[in-house]
């Protein structure tokens, strides 16, 4: 029966099978996500968000990976099969096997290129974030300072990597990561010119790292301000790290609302703000607010 000629080499794809399960099942593995021993939540870290679309690229990296070679090899075997049941060759058939091997391949492998590009701008940004965690940690050190750091905290479009309560006001902390250029003979090109709503990084420029963060900074006072019935100072601070800011570094956006910092000394800068301090009870009740949105998520 012809028919069976094209069933049973289907046999020769069972241990193909085997293995891709088997790399779907330990995909798990390297989910790297702590959980709380007290109450079972996650517990969110500086840089959180970044850290779970890293494991989720590490995922996906793995996958192709381990699960491309499987299923680039998969119709080469059954044509293999298909060379001991088949009564006469066709040629045609080991085109169309081989057409499909090389579409396979060529898949797999800019999915992989994808997932490498991918990875490393992801260990970039969270190293910048990282860094401004640390930076901002000299703000509640010693603790008796009326400073409170809030991380990972849920906005309306995105989350907010850092929120800063001050005696002052609060500040939106946008960190951004961008790789600095290299001139021909060798030194690193990292010199950012602020514009008017524009980054210009040496050959290119950005517009949209500054229309998020003043999104996000008017998002947090409008939201404040529902919560607490009254106006309160926000301030949203744009971080570069690595890159030397020159321009409009402290007067960027309506109002001078958004500063674009390198973020080296950025705990002194926060710190030194001199401005009409907020009465404790609006301070407190930022906090708790705040707080709150924390827990809600």
């Known amino acids: 029966m012809v028919w069976l000629e094209y069933l049973l080499p289907l046999l020769f794809l069972f241990p193909l099978a085997a293995t891709g399960v088997a790399v779907l099942a330990l995909r798990h593995l390297l989910n790297s996500q702590p959980f709380s021993p007290f109450d079972t939540q996650p517990l969110k870290a500086s840089g959180q968000t970044l850290r779970e679309r890293l494991d989720r690229s590490f995922v996906s990296l793995f996958i192709n990976g381990a699960l491309g070679p499987v299923l680039i090899l998969a119709p080469l075997v059954y044509g293999m099969g298909r060379m001991l049941f088949a009564t006469q060759q066709l040629w045609l058939e080991w085109a169309m096997i081989g057409a499909l091997t090389s579409v396979l391949a060529l898949v797999f492998g800019l999915r992989l290129i994808r997932d490498f590009q991918k990875i490393s701008r992801l260990k970039l940004g969270l190293s910048c974030e990282l860094a401004v ?5 000299r703000l509640i050190r010693p ?17 907010l990597g850092h929120v800063v309560v001050t005696p002052c006001r609060v500040f939106v902390i946008d960190t951004r990561a961008r790789t600095p250029g290299i001139s021909l003979d060798g030194a690193p090109q990292n010199v950012v010119s602020v514009e008017h709503q524009r980054l210009r990084f040496g050959s290119w420029n950005e ?21 607490l019935c009254k106006a309160v100072p926000v301030q ?4 570069l790290p690595g890159w030397q800011v020159v321009g ?3 007067e960027t956006g309506p109002r001078g609302e958004l500063w674009v910092v390198s973020g080296e000394g950025l705990a002194r800068q926060l710190s030194s703000w001199q401005g009409p301090e907020m009465d404790p009870a609006t301070h407190r009740k930022v906090i708790a607010a705040l707080q709150r949105r924390l827990d809600s998520r």
């Open 207 to 227: 517009r949209r790292p500054m229309k998020e963060a003043l999104q996000s900074t008017r998002w947090l006072a409008v939201w404040l301000e529902r919560e």
């Open 236 to 239: 949203g601070v744009l971080v």
């Open 143 to 159: 603790e008796s300072h009326p400073y409170v750091v809030f991380q990972e905290v849920p906005g309306k479009l995105r989350t």
């Open 133 to 137: 965690g640390e930076e901002l940690k």
């Open 248 to 250: 409009a570094e402290s």
